[in-house]
């Protein structure tokens, strides 16, 4: 059974302070690890999918990277419209469906 | 861009009664999913079809059933509600290349339905 934990499960940064999220997943023969980015209410919208360790990808503030035990989105230089929760998510061999990870609760202040 | 479309966006129904939840997939999307989020947890899913056959199952009670049309809209039917089915119900859908379990087809969310349980 696929398994994803999410740390911390919230984070309070001052604008501009940049820092690191993390998702380890134990998963049986990895086919995506996704990045999302939920508001409150709303739909997870999505933001990155890593497929091999090593890889990396960019938008804007975030970077997302990927170990063959966790990934990290890393927030430089946050600013408030960056509060959110962030869901980590990984889809596996066995079907096409995403198991999430209790996501981290990320609030920005000015 | 079109995005996925659930309809209704909020819904209050009392105990024991029936709910219908509809979907509407991104177009040329072929494969729709089916979760629920409970207030402050992660989505948890339901189910999934692929060119309207069931593709996945989740954690869906029996009480629950779900299905995908000729035109690829999905709905979910949610009977004898209970308190404990109050939560936000999302549709997601992507699009499959050439095979069942090809990599790279991104699942995108719609907006969610609220469904409370009176």
């Known amino acids: 059974e696929d398994q994803v934990t999410q740390s911390p499960e919230a984070l309070r940064l001052q604008e501009g302070e940049s820092s690191s999220l993390n998702c380890s997943y134990t998963v049986s023969g990895l086919r995506g690890l996704f990045w999302y980015r939920q508001d409150p209410g709303k739909g997870p919208e999505f933001l990155f999918t890593?497929?091999?360790a090593g890889e990396e990808k960019e938008k804007e503030r975030l970077k997302a990277t990927l170990t063959k035990k966790e990934s990290f989105l890393h927030i430089t230089a946050p600013k408030p419209e960056d509060s959110a929760t962030y869901l980590c998510?990984?889809?596996?061999?066995?079907?096409?469906?995403?198991?999430f990870g209790g996501g981290t609760r990320l609030m920005v202040k000015p | 861009a079109a995005g996925v479309i659930q309809s209704p966006r909020h819904l209050i129904k009392e105990k024991r009664e029936t709910a219908t939840l509809k979907c509407y997939p991104i177009p040329r999307h072929d494969t729709v999913y089916w979760y629920q989020q409970g207030p402050g947890q992660d989505p948890q899913f339901l189910i999934s079809?692929?060119?309207?056959?069931?593709?996945d199952k989740g954690s869906i009670p029996d009480r629950f059933s779900a299905q995908q049309f000729s035109d690829y809209h999905s709905e979910l039917n949610m009977s004898s509600l209970e308190l404990g089915d109050s939560a936000l119900y999302f549709c997601a859908s992507s699009s499959l290349d050439s095979g069942h379990f090809t990599s790279g087809n991104t699942i995108y969310f719609g907006e969610g339905s609220w469904l409370t349980v009176v």
């Open positions: 998510a990984v889809r596996d061999n066995a079907g096409n469906m995403l198991t």
């Open positions: 079809f692929y060119e309207k056959m069931q593709s």
């Open positions: 890593l497929y091999s």
